[in-house]
């Protein structure tokens, strides 16, 4: 019997070796086992990190905005969509904040800047401070299904948002067509090993994002319950105060 | 391998990050878990 | 349906004059945030000390002003609600969230839109800024269209985070990034306007399409969204 309560099942910690086991593979298939690139060298070596990184924020935030339209369509409203949808925010922000270190270094490798004014770099920082901004929404205080409501809001507004500040800064950047050193779209030719590692790390980053995600909104779960609690021993008090 | 420290270092800080928020996340959930009732972990 | 419709105007010109009519009364704007925006613009001077580059980016200036200014007046227009619990009231009197949107938007557009032109003239003065008539044409729809964008923007978000208890931090952080592309598509077009670094006004027009998708996307999502957003 599990002598330790926590927000763990078995299923959750067959997953997690999974995921351990997946990730360890890639390690050893990203660093040794494949080759280096023919035009980038071993910069190459950051691309299995960098881009499930955003794979999985963008995962995570499309997760956000459906749970986040599913609860406030929902007639029932129920939390578990409020939770999985705040859960899932926070990954995705961890993880976007990885991928735009990541891609800075990178970026700071191959071209000898952190940072350029992409359009692509540009939204990808917008998509950070954006969901930076629904977890401050969700910390507001108030009851469970205020904090629902409004950043349930808040993650459909930028579903319509993050777009068109994309667009804005590609019409924007496309007046800058200066010679570019910086060519963020340059395709690179990944066979046999590089491939796999590619998938293989976005695999194993999907399967990490719903380890993570199943753990946290748990958490988000007993953290609600909880704050009940402690409103229900409130009021309780209150009443026994009332009752002199 | 050509600018190890910069990809190593990804690589390490990136574990190390994830690491860190599965750890907190873990731990906060024994923490709250210990004083909840059964009822209130219906994954169980 | 028309009944409807009336009934929404109507509410709509009450919200929106009620507000210019509290404005005009406490003259805030005149007092408090032109001055506010009129330092800005100078300081700006102090910061970048070159007439030359002043000159030159003078429209992205003018927009940055009036964008910090924007905050201060829309924490204005939702502290007034929130003072006797305004906003409560009305939405449980059940009047409709959308018209009430809409005035508290309208109201914003005015002011907004006198406080722009403030700042165009004092770029104008203070930084050498010379339009030709059209010029003037072109900054004259751009301030329109993009004022229509940001209030409605403003206001939308301005529900969430003004007002009550500690929030009103929170606007600078949601509403900065959200209005990026109307920074972007108004200095665009107010460089369109004042010929900066040699642009012809022809070139604002794309800018000018732009703002007016922005403000019509957020007209439209912002009277959907609105109520939600206010119930508490």
């Not at chain 1, 490798?109 to 977890?135: K, N, P, Q």
């Not at chain 3, 009450?14 to 009364?25: F, G, Q, T």
């Not at chain 3, 910090?68 to 009231?89: H, N, W």
């Not at chain 3, 050498?128 to 004259?140: K, P, Q, R, Y």
Request: one cysteine or more; a neutral charge.
């Amino acid at each position: 019997m599990t002598s330790r309560k926590s927000t763990g099942t078995s299923a959750t910690r067959w997953l997690g070796v999974v995921v351990l086991l997946m990730l360890t593979l890639l390690a050893l298939c990203g660093l040794v086992f494949s080759a280096e690139d023919v035009v980038q060298g071993s910069t190459v070596r950051l691309m299995y990190i960098h881009v499930p990184s955003i794979w999985v924020a963008y995962i995570a935030f499309v997760i956000t905005a459906l749970c986040s339209a599913t609860y406030l369509s929902s007639k029932s409203r129920s939390l578990v969509w409020d939770r999985v949808a705040g859960a899932s925010g926070e990954i995705g922000v961890i993880f976007v904040a990885l991928s735009l270190v990541t891609g800075s270094l990178w970026g700071r490798i191959t071209w000898g800047t952190y940072w350029v004014w992409d359009a692509r770099l540009t939204s990808t920082a917008f998509l950070f401070i954006t969901y930076i901004g629904y977890l401050a929404v969700r910390r507001l205080g108030g009851t469970h299904r205020q904090r629902a409501r409004r950043s349930g809001v808040l993650a459909l507004l930028a579903v319509i948002e993050i777009p068109l500040v994309h667009f804005s800064v590609k019409m924007w950047r496309s007046l800058h067509q200066d010679a570019s050193v910086a060519n963020t779209n340059a395709k690179v030719e990944l066979d046999g090993l590089m491939l796999f590692s590619l998938f293989l790390g976005v695999v194993s980053f999907t399967l990490l994002y719903a380890w993570l995600v199943l753990h946290r909104q748990r958490v988000l779960f007993l953290e609600d319950a909880v704050a009940d609690r402690g409103l229900d021993a409130a009021i309780l008090s209150r009443r026994d105060e009332a009752q002199v | 391998m050509e600018h190890a420290t910069f990809i190593l270092g990804s690589y390490a800080g990136t574990a190390v990050s994830i690491a860190l928020y599965a750890f907190w996340i873990i731990r906060r959930g024994r923490t709250l878990a210990e004083h909840a009732t059964d009822a209130e972990m219906p994954w169980t | 349906m028309s009944t409807n419709f009336r009934l929404r105007r109507q509410i709509t010109v009450a919200v929106a004059r009620k507000d210019l009519l509290i404005e005009w009364n406490s003259r805030i704007l005149v007092n408090q945030v032109a001055p506010f925006a009129a330092i800005v613009m100078v300081m700006f001077a102090f910061a970048l000390d070159n007439d030359g580059i002043l000159q030159q980016v003078a429209p992205g200036l003018v927009w940055l002003a009036t964008l910090f200014s924007m905050l201060v007046v829309i924490q204005r227009t939702f502290a007034v609600e929130s003072a006797d619990g305004a906003l409560d009231a009305l939405r449980v009197a059940g009047v409709d969230p959308g018209a009430l949107f809409v005035g508290k938007a309208l109201a914003l557009m005015v002011q907004l839109f006198a406080l722009e032109t403030l700042l165009v003239a004092t770029a104008v003065v203070l930084y050498g800024v010379e339009m030709s008539i059209a010029g003037l044409g072109m900054a004259f729809v751009t301030v329109i269209v993009a004022t229509i964008g940001l209030s409605f923007v403003g206001t939308l978000y301005g529900g969430l985070a003004a007002g009550a208890r500690g929030r009103e931090t929170l606007l600078p952080l949601l509403l900065l990034p959200v209005v990026a592309p109307v920074l972007i598509g108004a200095t665009r077009a107010t460089e369109a306007a004042f010929g900066s670094g040699g642009a012809s006004i022809s070139e604002g027009w794309p800018w000018i399409g732009l703002l007016a998708v922005f403000a019509v996307l957020f007209g439209v999502v912002g009277a959907v969204a609105f109520g939600p957003l206010i119930d508490e």
